[in-house]
Each structure stands twice: as structure tokens, then as C-alpha cells.
């Protein structure tokens, strides 16, 4: 690389250069070619090298250009691999300042029930103070990529029950877990010293299930002690309906795709119908998620749902602001 060597060395023992060096002896070099790697950036990586053990003066310009076309495919791998190990890096760097700086805190949106009106539990939702902004999907995909994604979900649980003690005994508290942090243990720890029976882990559609018969094993322990399990995004695509049925959910609940502008459109309502009838049969409660509209609540009243969250009905706020709802009713 520093020109101090020809590309071509027919005999390394005639070489000034190369006869002197203990490398030449210790893998017994007698012919060498060698390249540069040059990144897009105009930046040398390296080189790219070959060597016999005997000299060679048959060595020539021809072998040079092979040895460079190599020498191009090789510098677009190692550039390739290169970027992916910079975003790596960038994607773990931020995700671990979050971590190390406690830059989530947590939201809680209240859940009405629509037979007495009053709350009756909140679900926890991270919300990261970053600039800029950048949706918590986001994050939570972004951890998973670089195998943060466990302990994000651990911290955000963590500080989901912390708010617990402030909410009336008959709150319950719903937390988001992915089917990994439960079978590793790690929602196991992150509730052994809390009241389990106001917890309620909510498994998404989004999050997939690769042995149903180990999560069920998994979970065992945990509704034991009383935690209830909810099959969120309900009516949104097929896996939740498979997660409904091979895990015995206590709760069901509806996707806002469903439930928006359910009182315009017949099939949606004619599913969510059909969806609350199996969850009656079964002994399961039915949430409906993404209330906007008092339309859509009266007709997930006529349907039975038992519980209902939104916007219409509140908006997730710091647990200062979430506290307002305990002291309220729906027909106030």
C-alpha cells in the first residue's frame, strides 16, 4: 500500500525488499502478487494477496487483472458488511443510551368497563423521549435487531408495575409481551414481587408463536399466580385467531381496524358479532380497542363488548394525568 513493493514479485530471494523480510522465510513466500481493496470511498481496506512457496516468472499483467477483478468482488463484500456492522452499531448505540439513560417513560390509557362506566384497569404504553420523535414500534423493532429487545421490554414492564401502587387495588395493569421474553424468563422476573392479579400480559398478533405448546408451559407459572393473558389486534389478520385458540386467552381484544367506523360497515360488524359470541362461549372477556367515535361505542354496546379503550374515551397520559379517570364515569 505504500508502494513499496511491486504488485508482482517473481522471486521474493532476488527482491531487495522481500529477501529481507522474516515474514518471507516464516511462510516460505517464493512468488507474490497483491492488491489493493479500495471501499467506494476512495479509502484502501487492504490488500488482496497470493503467494506459491517456489518462484514463478511466468507471473505477468494477466494474472494482475484476475487478481483485481477478485480484489473488486471482495471490496463490495467487506463494503457490504462494513455498513451493515456501522448500522449495527448505530442501532445498538442508540438503543443502549435509552437504556442506560432511562429515556422511556411510560403512558397509561384507561379501559372503561361499558356495563358499570367506570375504569376499571389501564394499559401501559412506552413513550421515548428522544428528539426527534420516533414511535415506540420502532424502538422495539429497532432492539430486537440488535439483541436489545429484552431488555427494553423488561425496563418498560419494570416501570409499568413502579406505577401500579398509585392506581386503586381494582385496577389492573396491562403490559405488553413478546412470546420470547416469556419463554426466556425474563417477564417471569420482571413480575416476581408484584400482586400478579392486577397484571395482565397482552400478546400481540404481530409477535410470532413458534411452539404454542411451550408458551403454554411458560406461562403456566404466571396464571398461577393470577396473571391474565389477552390476545391483542384481534380481527386484524389470522395468527390472533390461532393465538385465541391455542392459548386459552382470558381476554379478547379488538383491533382498531375492526372497530373503526364499525357502525358504517356491516362486515366488520358482522365479525366482531362473531367474535364476541365465541368469546361469551368460551368464558372470555372482549375489549375493543380505538374508540374516536361515540358511534362506535353504541354499537360495541349493543354487541356485548364487555370493556372498551380509545381516544374518545382517553388518551394515554403520564400516570398524573391517567389518575383523573378513576374518579369518572362514562355518562359524566
Not at 420523535?133 to 419494570?158: C, H, M, Q, T
Not at 372477556?285 to 364487555?306: C, F, P, S
Amino acid at each position: 500500500m505504500d508502494d513499496e513493493l511491486d504488485n508482482i514479485i517473481n522471486d521474493t530471494q532476488i527482491n531487495p525488499v522481500t529477501r529481507n523480510m522474516s515474514v518471507t522465510d516464516k511462510l516460505s513466500i517464493g512468488a507474490y502478487m497483491g492488491v489493493p481493496i479500495m471501499l467506494s470511498s476512495g479509502e484502501v481496506y487492504g490488500t488482496f494477496c497470493c503467494y506459491k512457496d517456489v518462484p514463478d516468472e511466468t507471473l505477468n499483467s494477466r494474472e494482475l487483472s484476475f487478481l483485481n477483478a477478485i480484489s473488486e468482488i471482495a471490496s463490495e463484500l467487506i463494503e457490504g458488511d462494513i455498513k451493515a456492522e456501522t448500522l449495527y452499531r448505530g442501532v445498538s448505540s442508540r438503543v443502549q443510551s435509552v437504556l442506560d439513560e432511562e429515556g422511556n417513560a411510560i403512558h397509561y390509557q384507561p379501559i372503561y368497563s361499558l356495563k358499570s362506566g367506570r375504569v376499571v384497569g389501564f394499559e401501559s404504553l412506552s413513550r421515548f423521549i428522544t428528539e426527534p420523535y420516533r414511535a415506540p414500534n420502532i424502538w422495539f423493532d429497532e432492539a430486537a435487531s440488535v439483541n436489545l429487545g429484552k431488555a427494553l421490554e423488561v425496563v418498560a414492564i419494570g416501570k409499568a408495575i413502579e406505577g401500579m401502587h398509585a392506581f386503586s387495588a381494582d385496577s389492573y395493569i396491562a403490559v405488553n409481551a413478546s412470546p420470547d421474553s416469556i419463554l426466556n424468563g425474563a417477564v417471569h422476573a420482571a413480575l416476581k414481587n408484584t400482586d400478579a392479579s392486577r397484571i395482565v400480559l397482552e400478546v400481540t398478533e404481530h409477535s410470532p408463536i413458534y411452539s404454542y405448546a411451550d408458551l403454554r408451559e411458560a406461562l403456566e407459572p404466571l396464571r398461577k399466580r393470577g396473571v391474565r393473558l389477552a390476545i391483542d389486534d384481534a380481527g386484524s389478520g389470522y395468527a390472533s385467531f390461532h393465538h385465541i385458540l391455542e392459548l386459552g386467552a382470558d381476554i379478547i381484544k379488538l383491533d382498531i381496524t375492526l372497530t373503526q367506523d364499525i357502525h358504517c360497515h356491516p362486515q366488520k360488524f358482522l365479525l366482531a358479532k362473531a367474535l364476541c359470541a365465541f368469546a361469551k362461549a368460551v368464558g372470555c372477556n372482549v375489549i375493543a380497542e380505538g374508540i374516536e367515535k361515540i358511534e362506535e361505542l353504541n354499537v360495541l354496546r349493543e354487541l356485548g363488548v364487555d370493556k372498551a379503550q380509545g381516544y374518545f374515551l382517553g388518551r394515554p397520559a403520564p400516570i398524573s394525568d391517567a389518575l383523573f379517570h378513576e374518579g369518572r364515569t362514562l355518562t359524566e
